[in-house]
Every structure is written in C-alpha cells, then in structure tokens.
C-alpha cells in the first residue's frame, strides 16, 4: 500500500475508524492511477482473486447509458476522480464468494477520489501507515455528514444505507446557518488539528519515520458563495471543495494541492523531488539530467487540474 499509494476507505474505514460491528461485505481501495494495474494484477495472480467486471466511468457511451438508468449502482462514480471500477471476487473450490474487492482507479489521485464522496462521513481512509477521519467530529460525535452533490436515484440508495447505520446527510440545498463551520472558508490538509489520525504499530512506522508519503501535503480549500439555480429562480448559499491535482515528474504519486499554488508547496515538491531522485537508479538518473538540459528548464512544472466539490 505505502509503495502504490493505496488507500482504503468506504465502509471498512468507517467501521474502523468507528470501532463499530456492523459487517462489510466489500472492500473499498482506492487507487492511484500509475499504479492500478499493478495492484490489480497482485491481487489476481498472488492474493487468488478473480476480476468479474471492469467499467469505464470516464468512457462517455457509458456514462450515457448510466444517464439513462438512474438507479444503477455505478452512477455514485460518475461525478467522482474515478476513471476505471475493478470489481474482484475470491471464491472457495465450490465457487462460494469468500470476500469481495472493488479497486477503483483514480482519475488523477486517490485523495481526490475521497474528497469526492457523495458525503464528508465516508471521508475516512486507511493508508500502509496510519488511519485518518477528515470530519471525525461531524462523523463520530454528531453523527451526520454534509452532502456533497444533488439527490438521484444511486446516492439516494446509498445515503439510507449509511441512514440505517446512524448517519444522516444534509445538504446540498440549506441555509449557511445549518452548515457546520469546518466546511465554511476553510483551509484544510490532511493530518491537520481537526482530522484524526491513527499511527498503525507495525514496522512500517521505523521505516517512513512516521512521515505517511502516501498522503504527504494534500490539501484543499472550502469557500461559500452564492449560486442561483435557473429551474427555480432561488439562490442557495453553497460550499465549495476546492483544489488543484499536481503530478510532476520526480514526484510518485499526484496529490491534491489548494489554490492559491503558493511557495510552501513548492518547496515541498522540491523536498519530494530530492527524496524520489534518492531513490532513483543510474539509468533513471541520466536520463531525467538529459531530459533537463534539453527542455533548459531548472524544475519541471507541475501538471494541475482544477477541480471544486460542490454541497
């Protein structure tokens, strides 16, 4: 997991998080996008698991289809980072389904993927190193979670799953009064004072020093403003998710920068450049001072994406 940038989450991160006894059925791993194939090829060829469906979520035919068919399952994806669904299956000699995987590849990053879930208490995950919950207070103390995108057939569904565990939603359409403050014009990253984090004790912690690369600085901004809805002439105050997805180079994974782009985050890019070049073999070496010195640029720019999560 630390080496692809894997995280789990979905129901199984909030039962952890949680310590509650409900059981799960599926396993939810979010992927980085470079590393997705791999992932899915060690859990086929060394885990015994067996791939019986693949959806294309970004495929535009598809997404059609799903337009049409409001309540199929695979609609929950269509407005998040994701780009592929692997759904995987480990049966026993009788052909009785012993646990069920669905990896789901990023579009740009595996944190991406979880800021777009369809509410902030599935926003829990597990990495190689340490477990965090982005909205502990909202998810485990008060119980609810502010929704993130308008009402349909799949999220509806979805929603009184988590209702009949404990957990309502509100949004998108309320009044800023009933929005919590942490999703009003604030500046958040993951690991800040208000997520909680769980250091897993194994020996991955001596090794990374407890540093979790996998999650490393992403961040993003939340913001209010007013948007006019034209179907019904009223003006709703909304919360809005705001980041930037930034890949480079020399950087092993992409992570979820807010706007402005300023420099602390550039120097931590460079800082993550250093450490990745450390890592790196001869061949790699002189190949990225060739690639270099024939663009005669001293840093590769960051590749961004903007991006903004509407309640």
């Given at each position: 997991m630390v080496a692809t940038g894997t995280i789990i989450s979905g129901a199984l991160a909030l039962k952890f998080m949680g310590r509650y006894e409900w059981p799960v059925d599926e396993l939810d791993l979010y992927v980085q996008p470079e590393y997705a194939d791999q992932v899915n090829n060690w859990l086929c060829f060394e885990a015994g698991y067996r791939t019986t469906d693949i959806t294309n979520v970004r495929d535009f035919e598809r997404s059609l289809?799903?337009?049409?068919?409001?309540?199929?399952?695979?609609?929950?994806?269509?407005?998040?980072?994701?780009?592929?669904?692997?759904?995987?299956?480990?049966e026993d000699d009788a052909g009785n389904v012993l646990q069920k995987i669905k990896v789901v590849k990023a579009f740009h990053s595996s944190i991406a993927l979880l800021l777009n879930?369809?509410?902030?208490?599935?926003?829990?995950?597990?990495?190689?190193?340490?477990?965090?919950?982005?909205?502990?207070?909202?998810?485990?103390?008060?119980?609810?979670?502010?929704?993130?995108?308008?009402?349909?057939?799949?999220?509806?569904?979805?929603?009184?799953?988590?209702?009949?565990?404990?957990?309502?939603?509100?949004?998108?359409?309320?009044?800023?009064?009933?929005?919590?403050?942490?999703?009003?014009?604030?500046?958040?990253?993951?690991?800040?004072?208000?997520?909680?984090?769980?250091?897993?004790?194994?020996?991955?912690?001596?090794?990374?020093?407890?540093?979790?690369?996998?999650?490393?600085?992403?961040?993003w901004m939340h913001y209010l403003r007013n948007k006019r809805y034209p179907n019904s002439g009223v003006t709703h105050p909304v919360s809005r998710m705001h980041y930037r997805a930034v890949a480079d180079i020399c950087l092993r994974f992409t992570y979820t920068i807010a706007v402005p782009f300023d420099e602390d985050v550039q120097s931590w890019i460079d800082y993550m450049r250093i450490m990745e070049v450390r890592r790196m073999d001869r061949a790699t070496l002189t190949w990225l001072f060739r690639f270099f010195k024939l663009a005669r640029f001293r840093h590769p720019p960051p590749i961004t994406h903007r991006n903004e999560w509407s309640l």
């Open positions: 289809i799903l337009q049409a068919n409001a309540v199929s399952y695979e609609r929950l994806y269509e407005l998040s980072d994701a780009h592929q669904v692997y759904f995987l299956r480990l879930s369809h509410s902030t208490y599935l926003m829990n995950f597990i990495t190689g190193v340490a477990a965090y919950s982005l909205f502990p207070k909202l998810t485990f103390i008060e119980y609810y979670g502010v929704g993130n995108i308008n009402e349909d057939a799949a999220t509806t569904g979805d929603r009184q799953h988590y209702k009949a565990l404990g957990f309502e939603t509100i949004g998108p359409h309320v009044p800023t009064t009933a929005l919590p403050d942490i999703v009003k014009n604030r500046h958040r990253y993951v690991g800040d004072k208000d997520t909680w984090r769980l250091w897993l004790d194994h020996s991955t912690l001596r090794t990374y020093s407890l540093f979790d690369e996998t999650i490393g600085v992403n961040n």
